[in-house]
């Protein structure tokens, strides 16, 4: 069976890659992607986030939601095994794991800051735009796909990321991100909503 499967994604391999055409970065439809990442004031979406860690056979599936207000409001939501809330407000950033919240130190303050700032960068579109990010693009029938691979600091740790963004809305429909030591997230979004009005206490309330 695995045999079968396998001949099958090679011949089927070159009619998948036909579907997507490269593009250059001054394409109409980029310009049209990033005018529209700028433009976008509130974002809120369920999501499921799916890991694929080369230390466990099966990978590891959670839901969760998130919830963004520009400039730099953000809340990151997974129902898992273990829950955890990640608030931004501003500068400061708080973290609820397990039903209760965690007393942050320096060093922590710092890890979720930077974890929070680049899912900042990716929803409000700073990241496609990135000087320490080496942009390439796809077009096929109804999606725009951006491959990004690091150039900065985080090519220490990423060695590329993949988003799938809806050719009509914009809208971001899965990202996959693989690390350099072969570990890989992604996450598929739903029921996204852009521009609404974002739930009292969202900012506020872990």
Do not use: C
Not at 170 to 187: I, K
């Amino acid at each position: 069976m695995r045999a079968l499967l396998t001949a099958l994604l090679v011949l089927l391999s070159p009619l998948l890659r036909a579907q997507l055409t490269p593009i250059g970065n001054d394409h109409a439809e980029v310009k049209g992607l990033l005018a529209a990442t700028r433009a976008l004031r509130t974002v809120q979406a369920r999501f499921v986030q799916e890991k694929h860690l080369r230390a466990l056979k099966e990978p590891v599936s959670e839901p969760g939601r998130f919830v963004y207000e520009r400039p730099d409001r953000f809340r990151w939501s997974v129902d898992g095994a273990a829950p955890l809330t990640i608030l931004t407000a501003g500068s400061a950033v708080r973290v609820k794991e397990n039903g209760a919240e965690k007393r942050l130190g320096a060093a922590e303050q710092r890890m979720y800051a930077s974890i929070n700032a680049l899912v900042l960068d990716l929803v409000s579109g700073r990241l496609l735009e990135s000087p320490e990010m080496k942009p390439r693009y796809e077009l096929g029938a109804d999606v725009l796909v951006a491959h990004l691979t690091p150039t900065g600091t985080m090519a220490r740790r990423v060695q590329r990321m993949t988003l799938h963004f809806d050719r009509a809305s914009h809208q971001l429909r899965t990202m996959e991100t693989v690390e350099l030591d072969g570990d890989r997230t992604v996450v598929r979004y739903s029921e996204v909503l852009v521009d609404k009005p974002v739930p009292s206490g969202a900012f506020t309330d872990l």
